[in-house]
């Protein structure tokens, strides 16, 4: 794949408001940042607890692929974790640099230069507990191969974090803006773009993203949609309205385990396990 592993440094992606090792959902002032991301850290920390449970170690490696200035590295290395985070570009690994060492993690933290397609280059191959795939599937060449590619690096047993941009998300933005063409068009594309200005190269549904995994030898163990109502509800709304926060969170929460949600949501989390990996299937859904 020639494309880099993720859009450039300025790209936004979510992240984990704490690098501790509790939920974001469990800090006192809860930013929209965490409505955006409360549901993935839940999935992931819960997936990560089980695999320490199955192997008995207290520290896994972890792989973050094109995870930039560790906006989910950093938190995961605050749970005891050695984290490798391979971005191609240097500015992000800077700041990575900077907030583990802020966050008090410097030690569990290690950034590399590379891309998809010289992922082996860099990194070793069935050499990790856990990959996070977060916002990368949507830039590179050939997804297929992006999902190969990381799933190889799993060991034996492991499990893989997958985030990518939903199509139906993405189509009701469109029409809700008014924009009903391009809403048309993003359900009429291919890659489902509603146009040449369209800034993401590329969106999936969840049996586009699940069809993937599967392909790539890998079981699916949880499908949850992501921001299906955070990006829609306005701010002013969140922020003065008295427990509002509280509340989306936990319609988030409960909105994520449905299907009937994951055609709506602006993003979709797919939890993949190496086939022979019964300590990684989620005992419930997402913490509430």
């Known amino acids: 794949m020639s494309d880099p592993m993720r859009p450039p440094v300025s790209h936004s992606r979510p992240q984990p408001e704490s690098p501790r090792s509790e939920s974001p959902r469990s800090e006192p002032a809860r930013s929209r940042a965490a409505l955006r991301t409360a549901v993935v850290w839940d999935v992931l920390q819960d997936a990560l607890d089980r695999r320490v449970k199955a192997t008995g170690r207290q520290a896994l490696d972890v792989l973050d692929t094109g995870g930039g200035s560790g906006n989910f590295a950093v938190p995961v290395a605050g749970l005891g974790h050695r984290v490798t985070v391979v971005d191609p570009s240097p500015n992000a690994l800077f700041a990575l640099e900077r907030r583990a060492a802020e966050a008090g993690v410097a030690d569990r933290v290690r950034g590399v230069q590379g891309d998809a397609g010289g992922l082996f280059d860099v990194v070793e191959r069935g050499g ?27 060991r034996a047993e492991g499990v893989l974090s997958l985030l990518a941009a939903g199509l139906g998300g993405a189509v009701l933005a469109r029409a809700l803006a008014g924009h009903f063409t391009e809403a048309r ?31 790539a030898g890998l079981r699916v163990g949880a499908v ?26 936990r319609l988030e929460a409960a909105a994520a385990e449905l299907a009937a949600f994951h055609s709506v949501a602006t993003q979709l989390h797919v939890l993949g396990e190496t086939q022979g990996n019964e300590g990684a299937r989620p005992p419930g859904g997402v913490r509430r």
């Open 128 to 154: 990790y507990d856990a990959v996070l795939c977060h916002g990368v599937l949507e830039y590179v060449d050939d997804p297929a191969e992006g999902v190969r590619n990381v799933v190889a690096a799993l």
């Open 185 to 215: 068009q993003a359900l009429a594309d291919p890659d489902g773009r509603w146009g040449t200005g369209d800034p993401v190269p590329r969106r999936f549904t969840a049996e586009q993203l699940t069809g993937l995994v599967e392909a």
């Open 224 to 249: 949850h949609g992501v921001r299906v109502f955070a990006d829609l509800v306005p701010g002013g709304l969140v922020d003065t309205e008295p427990g509002a926060v509280d509340a989306l969170l």
